[in-house]
């Protein structure tokens, strides 16, 4: 079946970068673009993006633009999504989901089980 | 600050009926665009419920139904269970800097 696993949870000190992975299984991994979302405490579910597995291409929305790097290794069929420069507000668990259509335009399903990231001096 | 208005909470007695409505704009859901809904559970995957407004994906129960009127859509939950206490969340594209993809700030559903 189509599965997303990510990695697990980390714990940063403000100023320092995160990398969460996100290991896609049962479908063709470049066949569709992967999406990462998160949640911060508290708060509603916010996209950070899109990367598309195949020709690696990314965007992002203005607020994540100078901080987040999404790549992907094709060989190991996963996904990748670095935010650098953390500080407090970025505490958050973050998600990848998959497009259900070959173009970022689809909904999103599946979704990863999440992946903690806390930011603490 | 969501772009899409939701209800903090919503709450109603197992067996009734309880809607939760995702109110928008002209810039999304105003647009002509599709609303997707989707379930939290804690400790669990983010689930879709209902895509392009109103479809159910196979497995999920036909007492999740969805429609969308306007710059409006709505989630309905009909004879509620136990287990359907959970966060719900709506989706859509928005055509500002937010965008394209937008979510409700999440409801909180409590079975009574």
């Known amino acids: 079946q189509v599965q997303l696993v990510q990695s697990g949870a980390e714990v940063k000190k403000p100023g320092a970068s995160v990398k969460v992975s996100c290991k896609a299984s049962g479908y063709t991994f470049t066949g569709y673009y992967m999406h990462w979302v998160r949640q911060a405490p508290g708060q509603g579910l916010e996209w950070m993006g899109w990367i598309n597995p195949n020709s690696g291409g990314t965007y992002c929305p203005q607020n994540f633009q100078d901080r987040v790097t999404m790549t992907r290794d094709t060989s190991i069929t996963t996904a990748y999504m670095e935010l650098s420069s953390l500080t407090s507000d970025d505490t958050a668990l973050y998600y990848c989901?998959?497009?259900?259509?070959?173009?970022?335009?689809?909904?999103?399903?599946?979704w990863g089980q999440g992946s903690l990231v806390t930011v603490s001096s | 600050q969501s772009v899409l208005t939701q209800p903090p909470s919503v709450s109603g007695a197992p067996g009734q009926r309880v809607t939760i409505s995702c109110t928008g704009s002209s810039s999304n859901i105003g647009a002509g665009y599709d609303v997707h809904w989707y379930q939290l559970l804690p400790g669990t995957a983010p689930k879709l419920l209902i895509y392009a407004n109103r479809k159910r994906p196979a497995g999920v129960s036909d007492r999740f139904s969805g429609s969308k009127s306007g710059t409006s859509a709505s989630l309905a939950i009909s004879g509620l269970q136990a287990e359907d206490e959970a966060d719900y969340y709506c989706q859509s594209y928005d055509t500002t800097l937010s965008g394209p993809w937008v979510f409700g700030g999440g409801t909180k559903l409590t079975v009574l």
């Open positions: 989901a998959r497009s259900i259509t070959p173009d970022p335009w689809g909904w999103f399903d599946p």
